[in-house]
């Protein structure tokens, strides 16, 4: 399998890297799924700053005229990320990026449309 | 009984120039009924300041007990570090145990650069030799 054809999912948390207790980018966690044997396999991690963040969220963001159902496969609860992470949730309903709802960084994507998929080519070439 | 907590420490490279400069430190539990693990909270912690808490913490225990070759035992067992392959098992079952101890690590090292031998190596100031253990403990419920 290539690079190009890997399903990559990605997991974001706030990450304070200053030591004040303030949240200063995210951790993004790549990983991939097998689902023939359930296993996750985690690859990459990568710290983006919040300045990056907000202006690769900005990038993705489309009209607010398209579907609205596309926001709430980013924003999960925390109860639901432990799910997935425990394995508790189909694996065909694991959306391919996940930050939680009590993220520092919510705010940002909040009430707003993601082109999920540029999302994803975003990622993808931030932590390649 | 106090909560029991676990941490799974990665290197992580925070300024983009692909050298690790620091460890990722995720704190958790595990729920013993259903095997769960419960994230807490993951915390960066530079190598420089890792590396001070652990000479504190080897300092203040060699200090107690009044003799520098005196060291608690446990003090010794180090924390081998452990490949991607192993890191993965550890995230899909929360009892692996990558280093075959009769107890379940509660600190557990993995590395994920190419590199990250050396930067291990170099952060710690003596590395695994360093007396980094079940000692660490103390020193990782202080940085949370």
Known sequence: ?128 | MGKKFYYLIEDIDINGDTNPDGFLITKYKINKKTLDKIFIKSKYVSFEKFNNKINDINNFSKSKIGGVNQVPPHYYNNVPYMNNNEFNKVMNNPYHNPYNTNQHPQVMVAYHQPNMGNAFMEGLGGGLGAGLGLGIMDGLFELF
């Open chain 1, 1 to 128: 399998m290539t690079e190009k054809n890997k399903k990559f999912y990605y997991l974001i948390e706030d990450l304070d890297v200053t030591d004040d207790n303030i949240p200063d980018g995210v951790l993004v966690r790549q990983y991939k799924i097998n689902k023939k044997n359930k296993t996750y396999y985690y690859t990459k991690n990568s710290y983006i700053t919040e300045d990056k963040l907000k202006e690769i969220i900005n990038d993705v963001v489309i009209p607010s005229t398209s579907d609205k159902k596309l926001m709430k496969t980013i924003l999960l609860s925390n109860a639901k990320i432990n799910k997935i992470r425990n394995k508790h949730l189909s694996f065909d309903e694991i959306p391919r990026i996940i930050i939680s709802k009590k993220s520092y960084f919510a705010h940002i994507i909040k009430n707003k449309n993601i082109n999920i998929s540029k999302l994803l080519k975003d990622l993808n070439k931030i932590i390649s």
